[in-house]
């Protein structure tokens, strides 16, 4: 698609700005309504898709300024893309409100506070493993001192800062080891590897999540893939993007694409993901370096080999696992899996190829849970409601455990589990598929079940 | 800074400000529907119950504003624009399903309940409810009763005035009332009959009982490609005629076909004429043996080839390139607009000859998707709308292509309304006499001048000149204004 060239009039600054044929792919058929989390829960247009493409296109046209009002509807956004699934016309509205947000974050739209914030956090700290290595360790600290069961309990961090409070209740639950990209190369397929993948380790679930990039390079070793963590990774910048900081998630997907794929090297078969939020932008570099004379191509090529791990686990086709577990599991589509990778099947596939797991569905399986990268610290209060909703319909189906397929979700939804399960009947903490597979391995290999 | 007029300012006193948009960035999301038109709406209001809906339209009676019911807004009349400014009333938040009654396969509901969402909570009972239009996963049960939508399963059972019961109405007066019975056949006028159709002019529906149906506990869907429209259309007319009715009776043309394959996968052959998608359903044994009849039919009218599926995910298959078609033609023009006609069976064949010419003759791409055992046809023309004039000859060929339903003893609408698009073209096919008669019948329900003004009938004074009607006045001067009967 042509970049339209810059009109001194336009409210648009920059050649990110949305694209004026995707905007006029809508027709306003409202298909998307009912699909909208933020339509179900505010309950007027200027908070469904079809209303914010409507102020995108007011915008466009000039028929609108941008006031502090229409930033607020932009910013009320989930990114969940379920319009997209729902959208007959094909609009790329994750693509449109992602430009959209690249514009406001280069016209300085956002509160000065929240700029700052921005910058000493997504700046300062995700794009630098060692750093956040170091905030890990600092989180580590402060819940095996006690610390923060101290500060949950008296309830005084709700009382004095009650923004920190909300970030204390998603904060992860630090008492693994620490995922180290060393360890992927320690396990190996046990014959010839049939194929080959470099894991995407990203920047937090190293801290948060280890034992899921244990369990994937676990499962598909042993499956005959040679899996490796290129220890030059970064933050693939997927916050960064949604945030409208382009040209900080520029910078990153360089960085990735050298550390994956260096010049004069072969590709991988696959670049492994197990993180939906990252897997769909990481599917996206060739988009976003499309105007990156250096990195184009290998941006392209790239986002070619990028998979998620459900989706390449049953692409090559996997090992049936013996090991019983008995258990109601629920899974939760992760937006960025379901609505921007159009992946469903598969990781149903790998939770029903289970013994003795049982999977119970919701209702609505596919409506975000409100995590939404930042947007449960930032919006907290509609996402407080949208996990209100998606918790009553996880606690229907009886499941003793919620599976998902994103760090975000995960947090957000063991948040909910803690805040709604009164009976403290659930597993208090989600699963991903992966971990589930490779535990069904590994007590099939010890002849037991759970 | 705007400041809040006291129109304003007394509805967020009655229903809390947060419930009241006004601000002019915001009112921009609620000047279209589905349609091309628009409209501009002073304010919006969003009612949580029936008590709020009567004290808004009793403020804005006081204040001389126009008052609007809006659902969704898919609506591809118009019929939810704020033709003349004014309030509109969205009816959105009101969207509990307050009661499954299994046993007597009613459910009671509020307006704003998404077609879908009653459909999902029937199955869970068993049941279903029957219309099913296509915007079903979008459109609200109190747009559905406006328009009487329809939806392929409608030849068997009906459109929406079918399976309404009862309503809760508030009148343009504000005066709140039941209308029908749980009873499914009261004595004295049907004045349910009355509300369903009469596209938002009569009243705010706010709440409705609606009848639920059985479930079917088989399906099977069959597939049959044809080499020509005629053959494909007797194939139909030989379906109805030998007495069993589908559950669907639906055809794509070629332009459709070339559309969806590439996108889809359906498997059609390019070349082909015709496709034509049959269901039938109800209990197993009958749907063995109907299904038997109607693929011995099919076969008569020498098809290509017909598929049949009875499990869900194959029936799905052989739906897709049905159900996708809309979004697949966005993939030839950016725009679309959907024409609604119905004509008598078996003139199907010779409607869409002249379809074909017209938009020819206007030099845009059609594409023609019917519900074909009812005769209603959904041609659908392809456009740009940055392209200048390409909106004016859009509008254009839709007023010819209308005439053709007209002339062939047919309709200018089959489910989508008259509402602001087609209210100049209501002479095509109704005297002035017959115009009276309905104006007469609506007054009887309350006071007409400031309640949804400028839908259904020719336009009247202060409705403005709406973006099509230059067009309609256009097509009426060369066709000429009186009813065609
Ligand atoms: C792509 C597409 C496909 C469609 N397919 C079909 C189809 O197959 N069959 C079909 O019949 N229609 C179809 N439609 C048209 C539309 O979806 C229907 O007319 C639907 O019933 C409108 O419902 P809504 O809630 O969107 O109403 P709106 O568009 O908001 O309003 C429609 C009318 O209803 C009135 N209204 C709304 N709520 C109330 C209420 N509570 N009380 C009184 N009046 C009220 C409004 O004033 C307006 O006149 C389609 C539309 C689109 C965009
Ligand atoms: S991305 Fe999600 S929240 Fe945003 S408009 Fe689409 S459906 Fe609504
Ligand atoms: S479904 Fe797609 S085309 Fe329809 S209103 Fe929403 S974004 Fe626009």
Redesign the pocket.
Known sequence: MSIAPLDFESIWQTADRPDAGELGLCVHCGF?LN?????HDLGVETD??RG?IALMRGLDDGRLSWSPRVQQHFDQ???????ETACPSKVP??RL?EATRAEAFAQDRWPRRQRIIWRVIMRGLFPYPRRMRLAGYGLKLYQMSGLQSLVRCSGLLKRLAPKLAEIDALSPNADRPFYSNAEAARVSPKQTPRANASLVTGCMMPLAYPDTHRATVNVFARNGVAVDAPSAQVCCGALHAHGGDIEAARDLARSNIDAFTPVGSELPDAILINAAGCGSHLKEYGHLLRNDAAYADRAAAFALRVRDVHEWLVEIGFEPPIGRIERRVTYQDSCHLSHAQGIRKAPRQVLTSIPGLELAEMRTPDR?CGSAGIYSVVQSEISQRVLAEKMSDVLGTGADQICTANPGCMLQLDAGIARFDDDKRMIPRSIHAIELLDESYRLGDEGQSR | MKTPTALVLELIEAIGDDAVVWHDEDLLVYEYDGTIDRGNPDVIALPADTDDVSALIRIANKHGAPVTPRGAGTGLSGGALAARGGVIIGMNRMRQILNVDAENKTALVQPGVVNLDLGIEAERHGLAYAPDPSSQRACTIGGNIAENAGGPHTLAWGTTTNHVLAVELVTADGEVQWIGHDTRDEPGYDLVGCVVGSEGTVGIVTQALVRLVPRPTAVRTMLAVYDSVRDASNAVSAVVASGIVPAALEMIDKMTIAAVEPVLNTGFPLDAEAVLLVEVDGPESQVEAEGARVESILRRFEPREVRSATDHEKREHLWAGRKGAIGALGQIMPNYYLLDGVVPRTKLPDVLDAVYEIAERYRLPVANMFHAGDGNLHPCLLFDEREPGATARVLDAGGEIMRVCVDAGGAITGEHGVGLEKRDYLPWIFTDADMDAMKALRAAFGPTENFNPCKIFPAGHGCGEAGHQHHAQQQIAKFGPKAFV
């Not at chain 1, 699909?35 to 339509?39: R, S």
């Open positions: 998307c699909a909208c989390p933020t339509y469904s898709p914010r956004c989930l990114q969940c893309r379920a319009c509205y994750g409100m975000c």
